[in-house]
Structures are given as structure tokens and as C-alpha cells.
């Protein structure tokens, strides 16, 4: 089904048909999370902990219970108490237990903005003046928030029954370390020992906030008869149900998870905050219950990604051969072990590269933060940073084209990773051939105009994934997608199955299953939904292309054998076949119910053998010596998407994570007080970059198709947010000469450093 | 996967689980068709013709859209002309042309209430306000409302292009007689030659309502993309998705019908009245548009059945057997030809019994009254009323015991009907030996109180018909049924995965899924969703536990042939099986990531095989001679049900089909005034049976399974309506001696009986 390494065959992937969301978006006529109204709904609101650290001695809700309109109160005594229990969920594990004490806090409060109790009333502003009469007595303790601070052995603890895991001997104490990672590769110690230069930096970033536009949202109703619905703004309906009957100690097939509209989510969306509270409330109030939060809840109290400090190590022959690469990544996981993306980040910072001797550490570090969520490429963007700023260093001293290092040391088929993955798929070579061809690379600059490059990598996902493509009377189809659309899996689902059926785009609708009308399929993370969700259509609409042709061959009364599939219609074909005119797929769909019944068919497997991704970033910059404002003059963003199945998403994901990656590198960041309170928990003061801070990001899409993927597709989401970090940086240090190691790179902290 | 004639096997099905739906009806959780509200939602009404029949000479809508409020106004100018195709669906033939005429008025309207034009405003105060300004222009015609009166040669004629169907040569004018249909077996004139006993009558039925609670209602919201989502109260939301296509003009697949829960149908929600037009004032206005019937517009615009008259002649030995039987059926059609269930009406009435000699001739005649629709079993009441009634009259005759005449000419295994099937399963003796024998029939009768005892028949429906199953990761199971639950069919299907599963039925929970997460399915009708979904549920299930046996095999690494599948658990069989202990299904759910995936399976198939369901019911009656007032004293409903999936709904299902019986028999009816405008459109006069009018309706389920559907199940929801009309004229007749032939035997009419 699939067409590798030529697109002459194909009609519709690789076009550019108009978003099937868009015009919903643009006309206001898209239901987002907070946008359905069911009868007799109340709104409810959650009591948040004014303490970065604090025990609980007792919470009274009395009073609030008694004010007019209120209709339920929840606590943690209103969720059952759950054993440690580590299941696979989304792109990662979840601890159930760390989300049910993150949800409603237990014992403790553990970072200022931690749930402590939740209000269903009749109208918000009761509801808001409820939570007021809700008293809770505290016993503040001290509390830490840095990452080398919270690992400190005098450090205050967040959990007295946190003991390392991954170390041998078990800790006999308990820390604030949850978890120590450990990937090996070769002999570091030869590797050093053979190394005629050797660069080391140690680089620190910030938590930064996805970014999203709609804060997290839900409606939860729940029916006497112990089966509840949920209309929420998630990357994963599915999760949704699981969590929140995990949650609330339920069945699973009790709750009908219904995905809305969403406003993105970045990784943000990939756990529950809101569903099992609003649920319970429901529950206790017989009510539907819609919960939303604020734009600063979602600041306070939902995840960013980790604050970290990553060190880097890496020895090279004088010809650019990497000898040997030394990291140690450190990461914040807020208030709940096991919550940063320390894997990924181990993973994926010298994954582009094949290098014969490597040692990685990774620590995973409880602190009194919100819990940290995923954020596009968990992980990536930080530890690429360390290597591609220490990489840009190492270029300098070998006084070597720093993509022609890239290119010395790059990963190709056959490179085996350190986390052991052998490649048998991958386009870094293309890539870094397209940037250095690439006009940008090699345009003149100014006074205070510097260049950088920088390079990323995601591993991207496969996994568990449920689609169905139907026909209807007249021959138009429909996808059903078990995945929320985070970046235009409608448009590109539906156009995969339009290419295998033969028929236009427009004649194929796809939408988002609720959880009760499909299989379950792993929530729209990893990069993973365009060739996940993609396998599933296209072996769907393969099952549908057979059924059409033996209704064809029932039509015909020829051998089915005797019919093939061309151009959206049946003809006959070999000897057995008589001399038919072509059966378009509609005139076959209009007889559907003489020849079996209706045609369709769902599809539900675990996809395997996705390809990863890589990109290679450069940027100008100018700095302001006046001021320390860094201006992003050109900004070029090259990949490798295997194929582009609508190349308009594509550009607008690499543009989209490029542009992230830009304001984690120049000015976001979280700013806490002395009692650890987050205080620019706002768009206003979380400086986000907006369209008029920066150019038109350029693409350059490297096709190198992965041909286990339908149509050759890759993952291309995140990716992008890999590489602008130390692009960026390696701009800065090319403009002023400064090399700065700890983002973001704003203003200020420039203007010191030129100082 | 069935078990036939024998329950013992059965844990789930055969029991009486809780309904599903149940709670939240009675909580008020239920959303029903009005129910669904959307941002920015506009309310719509629809002008209706004040004339039985007149020509449209204009509509002037100017001054209704210079209204405030007022966002957009239809009229059938909004709507394509279609042309006249008759095309299958639901469980009949739909002329696209004639329904796009009754939406919305073309040219002429031709029944009082016919729609002629729509208004959406923001209230719908103002949406009222706006239909009295929208002026229409008609000139008056003359009416005719009664079939035969329509048939007369000088009736007023509705369509001038309308010639009668099925007459040869065809007819050179028009008439109002729209089809004409012939069924003939044997040789009728030699069965009457040998007749010994002949007994013939003339019996006349009024249109009567289906009297569902909820009004039609839908809320339809179209996108500036052209995809429309509609949510509406209908047994069928892929009908509603084609249909409103259709008479749109627009692909199937561009719309996604959703269906609410909906408060009874009956057959009167398979076809579509508001949708199409809801979905064009909203295309129009840019805004979503609600448009719910009132009370009055149900009575006076939706489809009641038909009003008949029906011949009946028959030839028997004295023994009882009868040698001949002649039918002729005339039937009201509404204004449109081809509405009435002439069909069915013909094939049901003589199909309880095996006569050699039958000839039965059908007329469909349109005349000035709504469009008829489906009503349970549709037209098979008419039918049976004068053919039970005959009989009623051919025993007393022949003074046989009105069982004993009807055991003697029983339809049995064998027998061909008069339309050509063979039956293959057929209970009918068996229901007729159950009812003999049940205490009922030989229990004392007082003074003014009288016996009767009738049968009915409908062939039942089986189709296209789609449904899936899938597991949660905790291994409970959801069901998407493509059919909307009209009487309980969430909890049998839930039922029956249940049982193949081997899992108790609180693990499983049913819904149903919109157009566009599953393959279509034809509407719920024709008693067709627990045989038909059914057989998909239990096929889907059937995949389900071949796939949990796989992974059990590879969980164990044995070959799978070496696992069994028993109380819910894989469990090693044979001699290349190891010493495993049962893998229960939720153990195999949780570790599907790991052995392939999610697990879950949709079918799609054309249902065939289907067995007839028949009846025979006794009803005791008290007269008063006074007032002419019948009281229901004692009512007893025997049914073949094949196998009672859950034997609750079944009863309801015999319970309700009688209650309706009761009601046309003695009180429904439609009373229009001089000028063709009915005169009791509402539920105070129009006077439906209530729980104080009637005694426990007593059941008795025979259980004559049918092997070719799953656990034996036969459709039982429409035959229990067909015996009562007859039932109770028969009973009438024992008490007082009066055979009243026409209904309804309202008190009136008795009393003028009576003398």
C-alpha cells in the first residue's frame, strides 16, 4: 500500500487540502473543553494550597457545605487510598498513586497551588466563595526547589518514603532522589584516554510552561447507576477513562470519555487534573460538574517540563572523531518521583551521533514544584542543549565546520544506540547535507550578527492504536481516529484513506471515536499518531479495498480473483474476467446491502517499527550590546519527515517547535519568591515569544521514507523543539563571543554576561 | 455460540439485569432530543398550511427576516429538486422526492399542518412572532380524506403526475390510487367451490397516532466547511444522516448524526421531518439551530398509520379447515403514495395460518391527511383486526372453539406463505396449545362480560446491521451499537457479549456510537436490533475471545490451539498444553500492549435468516350497557419469543404491543373537522389507554428458539399489537352479542350498537 521513494503514484498524500478543523476554529463553532452545557450543570472550583510545603493537620468543609448552592465538596477522603502501582500509560509509566495525591493532595501539600479541596455549586461565584469558608490548618515545612539543592543530603524532604531506585546497595536513608539512570556504551575511560581534545560544559535551564492556549478543562456527569460521561480537552480520551477509574476505583468501561476540541496541549494534556475531581463531584452532587482551571492554575499547578543542570564531556581526534561523550543529566521531577522525562533525555542528547564510548547518568529529583508533565520531546530539548552547545565549543577548538563535525560523527543505518537500538532507518546525513546546502548557511553577516547550528533528535513512538474506516450509502467514508487531533490527524487519516481507496479527500471525513465506540488506542503523544493512527486507516481502507473488490466480484459473478482495485473502482482483470466497465467504489457502496451488508472495518495493534526523527536548526542572530536583547534575524529549520502526508502540517510543526524552543532559549522561565510561589503566573509576565518577535521560519522537509510506515510517514512533531536551544546559543556565542550556558538567554542575563 | 433449547448453559442471558438506560431516565439524566444545548443556538418553528389542500400562489418572507432576532427563514426554495427515487431503507422502500415535498411544502400543500416555511431566531419567541409575518398566498382546493372516498372517480386529485402502480396496461389518468398489489397461492374460486361454510365482512380502521412521549427533535449545526453534526431523537441516525443528505444535496459522509435518547417511537421516528430543515436554517444563519415539535404538530404533521378498510371472505369444511381465503386492503397513504404499509399489511394478515387457496389485492391511496408512517408492525393490526374477526365469526359458525379453528389451520414448519417463504421456524402451535391451556381461558365470565381471543403475526426484519466490541485495559468490555435503543437493546447486547465473553454483565456497558465512529446500520425497526445487532455482538465477541485465546498462547508460548476458552478465562487444553492456571480475560486485557495491542472487533453484516413472531392473545371485557363502555378486565398475551434475552424487556415489550392494541381498538382516533383540520390534536383528546384504564397485562413467553440467531432470540416487539384490535371486537361480541366492525368500539358507538 505504501509508495517509497516515489510520490509519482500518489494523488493525495502529499497534498495540501484545507484543515478539516480549521474553519470550526476560525468561525468559533468548535466545542473546546469548556464548551458543552448539559442540564442542571453546576461549575466547580479547587482550593489550592497557599504553601510550598506543608502538612495537612485538618481540613473543615463545613462551612462551605453550608453556604446556599453549594451542592459537594471533595477532599482526598473522597478518593480511595491507592497502592504504588506503575503501569505503562501514553508514551511512558504513570504512578497511580503520585496521581491521585497530585490530583487532590494527601497528608501533605507539596508545592504552592497543590490541590486541597474542590466546590460543585450552582454558579461559579458561590462556588468561589465557597472555597474561602473551606478552612484547612497547616504545618508549614521547609521547602526546596532546585534541582542540586532538593539533592542535597541536608535537603528538606518531600517524601519520607522516597528511597533512590536504580542504586546498588538500596539506599538505607530515605532522599529526594527518585531515581538514578545509568546508559553505557564501549570504555569511557579508553575513549578519554585516546581523545587528543577534550571540552566540557555544564549547562542549567529553567521549567518552561507548554504554552497551551486553553487551560485544562472538563464536564463530568455522573448517573446514579454508576456510569459516568466526561467531555474533556485531553491528548488522550482513552487515558482519561483509565486515570479517572483508577481514580475513583471504577471500571473502566463505567465512564464514556468523550474528547472536545482542544487548544493545544504540547504534552501538557497527557494526565488528568481535573476529570476524577470534577467526576467525584458529580458523583457526590448527582450532578454534572463542569471544572476549569485558570491561566494561573495552569501555570501553578499543572506540569512544566523539569529545570535541570546537564554536564558534558566529550573527547575527539583532531579529525572531528568523538572519542568518547560523558553526560549527566539532573532533573527536577516537581512534586512526585518519577515524574521528569530523565529517560528521553538520556535517550535522545547524543542519539544523532555514533560514538563508540559513552557513559550517561541521569538523575530523576523530587522537589516542591507542580509535577512535571511531558512537553514535546520530554527531555530532548534540555539534554541537547548541553551537547550541541559543548559540540559548537568542540567545533571552535577543532576549528572545524560544526556541521561538518555533525557529519563526521553522524548516526546512519547500522549505528546502535547507547539505549540499544540499532537504526535501520534514519536521515541525519540528508539532513545535515540540506542545511549545509542550504543558501541560509552560508548568507553574509553583520556587526553583532552571529550563526549558530544546532541539531536534535526524537525517538518517536508507535504503540497501541485503534482506527476504523466505513463507507456510507452513497460511498463517501468516514475515519474513525481512537486518537484526539493535536496537530491534523483528521486531515491527514482521512487523506491516507482516500489515497488506498482511490477517491478525493473530500469524500472521506474523518473524526475522533469517543472511548465506548472504539478500541482503545494510546494517547496522541511521541510524534506517534500520524504513522500509529496511519497503520490502523491504511490497513483498514486495505480491508475495505478487499471487501469492495468481492462485492465487485459478486456483482460480476466472476472469481474475486478476477477483480482488482484502480483508480477507486473495481475492474476485471486475468482471464476469468469478462469484459466489465470499472465499478466505481460508490455504485459498489450503493448495493452494499445486496451483496453482505454494510462495508467497514476497524483495525487495533501495537505499531512497531517507527523511524526516528532528526533535525538540523540554523539560525542568525543579532544581539543588542545595549540593551543584552537577542533578535532572531533567519531562522532555517531542516528535517527529516520521511514523507509528508500534508506537507502545510508539517512545516507548521517544524515552525511551531522551532518557535518554542526560541522562547525557552531567549525569556522563558519560572520565577518563585522566597516562600517558593511562582510569581509570573500569567501571559504577561510569562514572556512568551508572539508572532511579531520573530521571522517567518523557514522549512526544508528531507523526504527519506521509512518503509514500514504508511507512505514512508515519520513522526515530525517534536522534533523541532529539539535543536533552537543551542542554536541559539551557538548564535549568541558566534555574535558576542559569550558562550551562555544557562537559559533563558534573556536580556539581563546577557547584558551581565557581556559586561 | 447459541444455545438452543437448552438454558442450562446460560449465566447472563435469561436473567434480569437492571436497565441500563433506566436510571437515567428516571434521574432526568437522560438527554433526550431537546436536550443537547450548543453555543450560540438558535430556535426554530415552522409555518404550517391552515388548508387541507390548496396551490401555493406565493410566500413572501421579506417582512420575517427584517425581524430583530431573526437570523435566517427556509422555504422549499432552500432545498434541491429531487428527483423521484424510490430507494431502500430502514426497513422499506423511501421516495426521496415525496419526502423532500413533506418537509417542505412544493407547489401545493396537501394536508392541514404541511409545512411551508421555517424560521430561526435567538428566541423562540421571536422565531413564533416571525411565522405570523411571513405571508402565504394559496389558492383553496378541495379535499378528500377517506380512502375510499379518494378512490371515487371524482375525488379531488393531490398529484396530477400520479398514475396507480401495479395495474396492467397502465392507467391512462390520474388518480389518487397510488399502487395497486396482488398476492395469489392455489386456486381461489376452486377453494370457495368446496367451501362448505362461507363468512365474509367489511371492516374499517381510523389513522391512529404512535403517541410517543417526546415530540421529534433534533438540534442540527452546520459548518462554514460544509460537515453538519445533528443530534435528534430517531430510531435510526444513520437514516437521519442519509436522508437529510439527500434532500441537502450533499455527501453522506458530511454529516455525523448523533443520536440523543429519545423518549418512544414506535415506527414513528423512522423518517426524518425537522432535520433537513434545522440543518438548512443553520446553514443559512451560520449558528446552530434547534426545532423540536410541539404536541399539536406531532398530531397534526408527523405520520399516524393509515385508516383502512379491509374485506374479508372465507371459504372452510366443517371441519374447520379452511379452503379459501380472500383479502382486499385499502389503505390511506397521507398525501404522498407508497406510505402505507400496503405491503405488510397483505403479507401479515393471513400468515398465522397454511391455506391452500389465498388471493389478496392491496391498495395504497393518497388523500389530504400527513404522510403515514411506520406503527408497530405496520399494518399487520389492520389486517388481523378483520381477518381475527372473521374468524371469530367462522368458529361461532361452525361452533368450534376459537383455538381449535385456528390450531386446525396453523401455519407450521413447512408451510409457504402467501409472499412466498418458507418457514422454517414457526411457534405457532406452540403458542396456540399455551394459550389453550392457560387458566385465562377457561375461567368463569360474569353477566355483560365476554371472552375473545385473537392472534397476530409479523415476519420480523433482520439487514444490514453493524456493532463492535472492545476491552478496556481492566478487561471491561464497551459494545457500540450502530441501532438506537428503542427498547432495551443496550442491555441485551451487553447481555449477550457478556455471556460469550464469560464475564458478568456489569463488565460490559453498551452504547450507541455515531455515524461516524461505526459502519451504517439500518434503522432500529421491524423488531430487527436484538436478533440483528445481536448477531454482530455476538460475532464481534465471538473474534474477541479467538483473540484473547491468541494471547493467552503467546502469554503461555503455547500453540493456540492448546487453549479453551471457559468461564471467562483461557485455560490449557489438549496434550500440547503445560499445567497453566486459567488466564482470566481482565489478566489477558491488561497485557495486551505487550502481545499485540488493543483487542477488539466490529462486524458488519446483512442479517439473514430471521423467524416470524406470532401471538395469541385473550382478553375478558366488561360492557356497560348504559354508557356502552368497555372495561378491560382480564388481558393475557401469549407470545413465541424465541429466547427471551431478558425476559423483562420481553414482557414489556408483549405488555406494551397489547396496550396500544387496547387503545385503537377502543378510543384512538383522528376526528377532522368539514374543512380537513383535525379537531383532537393533543393528548386530552385524543385519548390513549393510561395505567387506571387497564389491569396488569399478563404475559406468557414461549421459547421456540430459532438456531440461526444468537441464543435462539426472535424479534418480539411488534407482533404483541397485532391480535388485540380483533381480540377485544371478539370479546365485545361474546358479551353482548354485537359485532362491531369498525373502530374505534368507543362508547358512542357501542351504545348505538346496542340498540
New interface residues.
Given amino acids: 500500500m505504501t509508495t517509497i521513494g516515489d510520490k509519482s503514484g500518489l494523488r493525495v498524500v502529499g497534498t495540501r487540502p484545507?484543515r478539516?478543523d480549521?474553519?470550526?476554529k476560525v468561525?468559533?463553532?468548535a466545542?473546546f473543553g469548556a464548551?458543552l452545557?448539559?442540564?442542571?450543570m453546576l461549575e466547580a472550583r479547587i482550593k489550592r494550597s497557599p504553601h510550598a510545603h506543608a502538612r495537612i493537620l485538618g481540613i473543615d468543609t463545613a462551612k462551605a457545605l453550608a453556604l446556599p448552592g453549594v451542592m459537594s465538596v471533595a477532599t482526598a477522603a473522597d478518593f480511595p487510598e491507592i497502592p504504588h502501582e506503575v503501569a505503562?500509560a501514553g508514551d511512558g509509566m504513570i504512578n497511580y498513586r503520585h496521581l491521585s495525591h497530585n490530583i487532590m493532595a494527601r497528608g501533605k501539600v507539596l508545592y504552592h497551588g497543590h490541590a486541597v479541596a474542590a466546590v460543585a455549586a450552582t454558579t461559579a461565584a458561590i462556588a468561589e466563595e465557597a472555597l474561602e469558608l473551606i478552612d484547612v490548618r497547616y504545618e508549614v515545612l521547609e521547602h526546596v526547589l532546585d534541582v542540586e539543592a532538593a539533592m542535597a543530603p541536608d535537603a528538606p524532604l518531600l517524601h519520607e518514603d522516597l528511597f533512590t531506585a536504580g542504586v546498588d546497595p538500596a539506599p538505607s536513608r530515605p532522599s529526594n532522589v527518585a531515581k538514578k539512570v545509568e546508559f553505557n556504551k564501549g570504555d569511557i575511560a579508553a575513549g578519554f584516554a585516546v581523545a587528543e581534545v577534550v571540552v566540557e560544559g555544564r549547562y542549567t535551564t529553567r521549567p518552561t510552561h507548554q504554552g497551551y492556549i486553553e487551560p485544562q478543562a472538563c464536564v463530568a456527569?455522573w448517573?446514579?447507576?454508576g456510569?459516568g460521561l466526561i467531555w474533556s480537552a485531553t491528548q488522550g480520551h482513552f487515558m482519561v477513562?483509565?486515570y479517572t477509574?483508577k481514580m475513583m476505583g471504577i471500571?473502566?468501561?463505567?465512564i464514556?470519555s468523550i474528547p472536545a476540541e482542544f487548544g493545544g496541549a504540547f504534552g501538557g494534556k497527557t494526565l488528568v487534573y481535573l476529570e476524577p475531581v470534577a467526576m467525584t463531584l458529580s458523583r457526590k452532587a448527582?450532578r454534572?460538574v463542569r471544572l476549569v482551571m485558570s491561566r494561573e492554575e495552569v501555570f501553578r499547578a499543572s506540569g512544566p517540563t523539569s529545570g535541570s543542570v546537564v554536564e558534558v564531556k566529550l573527547g575527539a581526534k583532531r579529525d572531528g572523531a568523538i572519542t568518547a561523550a560523558r553526560l549527566v543529566i539532573k532533573l527536577e521531577a516537581g512534586a512526585f518521583g518519577g515524574s521528569s522525562p530523565i529517560n528521553p533525555a538520556c535517550m535522545c542528547g547524543l542519539a544523532p551521533y555514533d560514538l563508540p564510548n559513552v557513559a550517561i547518568t541521569g538523575y530523576d529529583v523530587v522537589s516542591n514544584r507542580p509535577q512535571v508533565a511531558a512537553y514535546r520531546a520530554p527531555g530532548a530539548p534540555i539534554a541537547a542543549f548541553g551537547v550541541e552547545s559543548t559540540l559548537d565549543e568542540l567545533a571552535r577548538r577543532l576549528a572545524m565546520d560544526p556541521i561538518a563535525l555533525r557529519e563526521k560523527n553522524a548516526a546512519r543505518i547500522g549505528t546502535r544506540t547507547v539505549y540499544g537500538v540499532t537504526f535501520h532507518n534514519i536521515g541525519f546525513l540528508e539532513v545535515l547535507a540540506a542545511a549545509k546546502a542550504h543558501p541560509h548557511y552560508s548568507a553574509p553577516l553583520g556587526p553583532n550578527q552571529g550563526r549558530g547550528v544546532g541539531c536534535g533528535f526524537w525517538f518517536n513512538v508507535g504503540?497501541?492504536?485503534?482506527a476504523?474506516v466505513?463507507?456510507?450509502?452513497?460511498g463517501?467514508?468516514?475515519v474513525?481516529s481512537a486518537n484526539p487531533d493535536v496537530g491534523g490527524s483528521r486531515a491527514s487519516l482521512a487523506m491516507m484513506a482516500a489515497e488506498v481507496l482511490g477517491v478525493p479527500y473530500?469524500?472521506?471525513?474523518a473524526?475522533v471515536?469517543?472511548?465506548?465506540?472504539?478500541?482503545?488506542?494510546?494517547l496522541s503523544g511521541g510524534s506517534r499518531v500520524t504513522v500509529s493512527a496511519g497503520t490502523c486507516v491504511v490497513q483498514a481502507a486495505g480491508k475495505v479495498v478487499e471487501e469492495l473488490k468481492k462485492r465487485a466480484a459478486l456483482m460480476w459473478d466472476i472469481p474475486v480473483e478476477a477483480v482488482e482495485w484502480k483508480d477507486g473502482a473495481a475492474v476485471p482483470a486475468g482471464a476469468n474476467a469478462g469484459g466489465f466497465d470499472p465499478l466505481p467504489l460508490a455504485a459498489i457502496a450503493a448495493d452494499?446491502?445486496r451483496t453482505?451488508?454494510?462495508?467497514?472495518?476497524?483495525v487495533?495493534?501495537?505499531?512497531q517499527g517507527v523511524a526516528p526523527g532528526l533535525a538540523a536548526h540554523i539560525c542568525d542572530v543579532e544581539v543588542d550590546r545595549e540593551t543584552g536583547r537577542v533578535t532572531i534575524l533567519r531562522y532555517t529549520a531542516v528535517q527529516d519527515v520521511g514523507r509528508a502526508i500534508h506537507p502545510s502540517y508539517v512545516e507548521g510543526q517544524m515552525q511551531g517547535g522551532a518557535v518554542q524552543g526560541i522562547g525557552w532559549a531567549l525569556n522563558e522561565e519560572y520565577v518563585f519568591d522566597a516562600e517558593g510561589r511562582m510569581e509570573n503566573a500569567g501571559f504577561l509576565d510569562y514572556r512568551m515569544p508572539v508572532a511579531s518577535d520573530l521571522p517567518m521560519i523557514d522549512t526544508v522537509m528531507v523526504e527519506v521514507p521509512n518503509p514500514r510506515m504508511p507512505f514512508g510517514a515519520k513522526g515530525v512533531a517534536e522534533v523541532p523543539i529539539v535543536p533552537p536551544t543551542a542554536t541559539i546559543a551557538n548564535a549568541v556565542r558566534s555574535a558576542v563571543g559569550v558562550r551562555i550556558s544557562d537559559l533563558p538567554i534573556s536580556p539581563p542575563k546577557l547584558l551581565a554576561a557581556l559586561g
Fill in positions: 484545507v478539516p480549521g474553519v470550526d468561525t468559533g463553532r466545542m464548551d452545557h448539559l442540564p442542571g505503562m456527569s448517573g446514579a447507576d456510569q477513562r483509565a477509574a471500571d473502566i468501561a463505567s464514556r448527582g454534572p504503540g497501541n492504536t485503534s476504523a466505513n463507507l456510507s450509502e452513497d463517501t467514508a468516514t474513525a473530500e469524500k472521506v471525513r473524526v471515536a469517543d472511548t465506548a465506540s472504539i478500541a482503545p488506542s494510546m452494499a446491502h453482505g451488508g454494510p462495508i467497514g472495518a476497524e487495533s495493534t501495537n505499531v
